[in-house]
């Protein structure tokens, strides 16, 4: 039989959008969670200080965080503020609000729509930008990261596609604590996906799973080992490049008439860590 490694589990809070943060935190804990990726729009901007401990209380860890606003420009989801410079002050003010919860955690962006079409100019601005923000995030002991989108929402959330682009942007950027948010969603069916996973190596900084079908909305994802990605050589090579954290189901379910969303979301947790556990042992598989 072949040795099989442990893993961490985690669930982000898209995965629940329905459920408030309290909800999520409990709910996660009771079954079996390791870690949460907080979505900042669930949480109170009064209460933060007393939110966040929870977390650790009911002893999960932070995989990542999702701002209220994460693109460097606007998007379809994150349409204000315009200015670039402002949008990222308002990512800082998330990295901020987080306080002593912000140490070791990789705080979610990606870039936007080109204005007029034009990706050059988003890939110019990126860089000084993401400087100044992965610079303000180190002296508070965070990350910054960088995440892929597939090519089904090109021109609507983001102009970097493919995971090699977004290591090039982060080798451009070149801060330490800036690096990749790697979604099997969103990279699945680029070219030689296995190779360039591997090749990330230490600038994975967390990992995100669903599963794919035909997508019949901007929300349309399903629980891993539902669909049609090839989950066990994905995380096969995510293991492979050395990231050791947790593998964190994100899963959006909106605008559907199947909506996940709007059934048994416990089921769905319980479901996606059956799938997620069937993968991980096939990719380990003699």
């Given at each position: 039989m072949?040795?099989?490694?442990?893993?961490?589990?985690?669930?982000?809070?898209?995965?629940?959008?329905?459920?408030?943060?309290?909800?999520?935190?409990?709910?996660?804990?009771?079954?079996?969670?390791?870690?949460?990726?907080?979505?900042?729009?669930?949480?109170?901007?009064?209460?933060?200080?007393?939110q966040?401990?929870?977390?650790?209380?009911?002893?999960?860890?932070?995989?990542?965080?999702?701002?209220?606003?994460?693109?460097?420009?606007?998007?379809?989801?994150?349409?204000e503020?315009?200015?670039?410079?402002?949008?990222?002050?308002?990512?800082?003010?998330?990295?901020?609000?987080?306080?002593?919860?912000?140490?070791?955690?990789?705080?979610?962006t990606?870039?936007?729509?080109?204005?007029?079409?034009?990706?050059?100019?988003v890939?110019?601005?990126?860089?000084?930008?993401?400087?100044?923000?992965?610079?303000?995030?180190?002296?508070?002991?965070a990350?910054?990261?960088?995440?892929?989108?597939n090519?089904?929402i090109?021109?609507?959330?983001?102009?970097?596609?493919?995971?090699?682009?977004?290591?090039?942007?982060?080798?451009?950027?070149?801060?330490?604590?800036?690096?990749?948010?790697?979604?099997?969603?969103?990279?699945?069916?680029?070219?030689?996906?296995?190779?360039?996973?591997v090749?990330?190596?230490?600038?994975?900084?967390?990992?995100?799973?669903?599963?794919?079908?035909?997508?019949?909305?901007?929300?349309?994802?399903?629980?891993?080992?539902?669909?049609?990605?090839?989950?066990?050589?994905?995380?096969?090579?995510?293991?492979?490049?050395?990231?050791?954290g947790?593998?964190?189901?994100?899963?959006?379910?909106g605008?559907?008439?199947?909506?996940?969303?709007?059934?048994?979301?416990?089921?769905?947790?319980?479901?996606s860590?059956?799938?997620?556990d069937?993968?991980?042992?096939?990719?380990?598989?003699?």
């Amino acid at each position: 039989m072949a040795n099989v490694p442990p893993y961490g589990f985690g669930i982000s809070e898209f995965t629940t959008w329905p459920w408030s943060f309290e909800d999520d935190v409990e709910r996660y804990a009771r079954l079996g969670a390791d870690a949460i990726e907080v979505c900042e729009f669930k949480l109170d901007q009064a209460r933060i200080p007393e939110q966040l401990p929870v977390i650790g209380e009911r002893g999960l860890s932070i995989s990542s965080v999702q701002p209220v606003v994460r693109t460097l420009f606007p998007s379809q989801s994150q349409s204000e503020p315009a200015d670039v410079r402002v949008r990222m002050d308002r990512f800082c003010r998330t990295i901020d609000s987080f306080g002593s919860h912000a140490a070791g955690v990789p705080f979610v962006t990606n870039s936007g729509i080109a204005p007029d079409g034009n990706i050059q100019y988003v890939l110019d601005m990126a860089v000084p930008q993401y400087r100044r923000v992965a610079d303000y995030a180190a002296e508070r002991g965070a990350q910054v990261a960088l995440e892929p989108l597939n090519a089904a929402i090109m021109n609507v959330e983001s102009v970097i596609w493919t995971l090699e682009q977004a290591v090039r942007l982060v080798e451009a950027v070149d801060r330490p604590n800036f690096g990749i948010c790697l979604d099997t969603w969103n990279v699945w069916q680029n070219a030689g996906i296995v190779d360039a996973i591997v090749a990330s190596g230490e600038r994975t900084y967390c990992v995100q799973v669903s599963d794919w079908r035909t997508p019949r909305s901007f929300q349309d994802r399903l629980v891993p080992g539902d669909g049609e990605i090839p989950l066990p050589a994905l995380l096969r090579a995510i293991h492979d490049s050395g990231y050791r954290g947790p593998y964190v189901v994100e899963i959006f379910s909106g605008g559907v008439p199947d909506s996940l969303w709007e059934g048994d979301l416990e089921e769905v947790v319980r479901r996606s860590r059956a799938g997620l556990d069937a993968a991980w042992a096939a990719a380990f598989a003699a």
